[in-house]
């Protein structure tokens, strides 16, 4: 904690903003790593996550794109027709807008691993 900050202060709406798109990816990517994925179900899966997502309140928008190429390179290696999902399967947009404050988050594979991060944060400080 910085030196003159007050450990009292009620948070920014921008920064309960960033907190619940926080919320959002955990929420998405606990609730649904594991699940079974092949080429035939990614795309009702990935409606599935934007819409159970979307349901979480303050939440605005899920974008949930499959990455069919490492999809199908896991499963060239696999000896079934399907695997479990994986942050690497996924890119993954999500909007919060929180009392006039709008937060863009998005999740990428990143030097081998699913990041998750802050786009933008816009509106009212």
Do not use: W
Request: one cysteine or more; hydrophobic letters at 35%; charged letters at 25%.
């Amino acid at each position: 904690m910085a030196p003159d900050s007050d450990p009292n202060s009620t948070p920014t709406d921008a920064e309960a903003a960033c907190f619940e798109a926080g919320i959002k990816f955990g929420s998405l990517y606990h609730q649904f790593a594991g699940t079974p994925i092949s080429p035939e179900s990614a795309p009702s899966l990935a409606t599935a996550i934007e819409e159970s997502i979307e349901n979480q309140p303050h939440c605005t928008e899920v974008t949930v794109d499959v990455r069919d190429d490492e999809l199908a390179a896991a499963l060239a290696e696999a000896t079934a027709d399907y695997t479990e999902l994986t942050g690497r399967f996924l890119e993954v947009e999500i909007i919060v807008e929180y009392e006039g404050c709008e937060v863009v988050t998005r999740m990428e594979m990143e030097d081998g691993y699913p990041l998750m991060r802050l786009e933008s944060v816009r509106g009212r400080e």
